[in-house]
């Protein structure tokens, strides 16, 4: 089994930065792909950011591109979504994911098996 912990949440104004983190612990061995979503209240959980095992591809939704950044540090199994530029629709419970399949990289919330408890950002106007 593998845990996924989140931090770094908060309250930030809107123009600011925060730094998500994910820890990975357990059988790290098992998982590849990373990923990040996110749910508004009332709104279905989105996909935000994945990267690839190697950390060579990454993808973003539009909404967030050139305002996030996904990363990943293996020797601490930890992934990392920096997002600067906030705005007040980016509000979200953030969490983030493991694929334990070594695939092409994936948008798709059902191919992640791992998932954190949550991090809730708020952007204020």
């Known amino acids: 089994q593998v845990q996924l912990v989140e931090s770094g949440g908060g309250l930030v104004q809107a123009g600011g930065s925060l730094r998500l983190s994910c820890a990975a612990s357990?059988?790290?061995?098992?998982?590849?792909?990373r990923g990040w979503f996110r749910q508004a209240p009332g709104k279905e959980r989105e996909f935000v950011a994945a990267i690839s095992w190697s950390g060579r591809t990454t993808y973003y939704v539009d909404s967030v591109k050139d305002r996030f950044t996904i990363s990943r540090d293996d020797a601490k199994n930890t992934v990392y979504l920096q997002m600067n530029s906030l705005k007040p629709e980016d509000t979200a419970v953030y969490y983030c994911a493991a694929d334990s399949s070594l695939r092409l990289l994936s948008r798709q919330l059902d191919e992640y098996d791992y998932w954190g408890q949550g991090t809730q950002v708020t952007v204020s106007s």
């Open positions: 357990g059988r790290t061995s098992s998982i590849y792909a």
